[in-house]
């Protein structure tokens, strides 16, 4: 079955330091890869994807390049912000068997804290 | 925004007794999904649904019916409520470009 794996933190950084969360998948098809971020007391935005792979998917400063050799789909940014701090999930849609229903399989999430 | 709207926000209720959550949707999507978030397991689908009456199980189902009579309205039951169904559950919509997500239910089961 499919299944996601991400660092699960919590990680604390300070303002403008480089972020990297990793993320890493296994599915039985040729997935469809997300990141999504949750504020608190919010629902999940989606924050960027990539459809298939070598895409860079990018957002707000956030990039994730989806590697098929590593089966990873690792978040970055350069200079995080306080207003950064959040939860955030990697996901992925494999639609290969069944049809296209969309359907996520989420990582347990990663929280992000980042002081002034 | 997607146009998602959940209610109520925030429930208590008494273990035993049922509860409905109810989605709406603005967006006439065909999929739409029910997911509970707790903490250590990141969100798991508990259904989903790919059209007026056509719905299916999730990786954590058991405890748990839906129902969709209309497009727009994806109803979850919890036929009778207990503690380990304390959560807060998240109503999606899905597309080719993703899935779009409602701003919870707070479900407090005691």
């Known amino acids: 079955g499919n299944s996601v794996t991400q660092m699960e933190g919590p990680v604390t950084l300070s303002e403008e330091a480089f972020l990297t969360i990793n993320c890493t998948y296994t599915?039985?098809?040729?997935?469809?890869l997300f990141w999504y971020v949750q504020y608190p007391g919010e629902g999940l935005q989606l924050l960027l994807k990539?459809?298939?792979?070598?895409d860079k998917g990018s957002n707000k400063g956030f990039e994730a390049t989806y590697r098929k050799e590593t089966t990873s789909f690792h978040l970055e940014k350069g200079s995080v912000q306080v207003s950064d701090s959040a939860v955030y999930f990697c996901?992925?849609?494999?639609?290969?068997?069944?049809?296209?229903?969309?359907?996520?399989?989420f990582g347990k999430g990663t929280l992000l804290t980042v002081n002034p | 925004d997607a146009g998602i709207t959940q209610s109520p926000r925030h429930k208590v209720t008494e273990t035993g007794t049922p509860v409905t959550l109810r989605c709406h949707q603005t967006?006439?999507?065909?999929?739409m999904y029910w997911y509970r978030q707790d903490p250590g397991h990141g969100l798991r689908l508990i259904h989903y649904?790919?059209?007026?009456?056509?719905?299916d199980k999730g990786e954590v189902s058991d405890g748990y019916s839906v129902s969709r009579s209309k497009t727009e309205d994806f109803l979850l039951t919890l036929e009778s409520a207990t503690s380990s169904q304390t959560s807060v559950y998240f109503c999606a919509i899905g597309t080719g470009g993703g899935a779009f997500f409602g701003q919870g239910t707070r479900l407090t089961v005691v």
């Open positions: 967006e006439n999507h065909r999929y």
């Open positions: 990539a459809t298939k792979a070598d």
């Open positions: 649904s790919y059209g007026v009456k056509d719905t």
């Open positions: 599915a039985t098809g040729y997935p469809s």
């Open positions: 996901a992925l849609s494999d639609s290969s068997s069944g049809g296209s229903n969309y359907k996520l399989t």
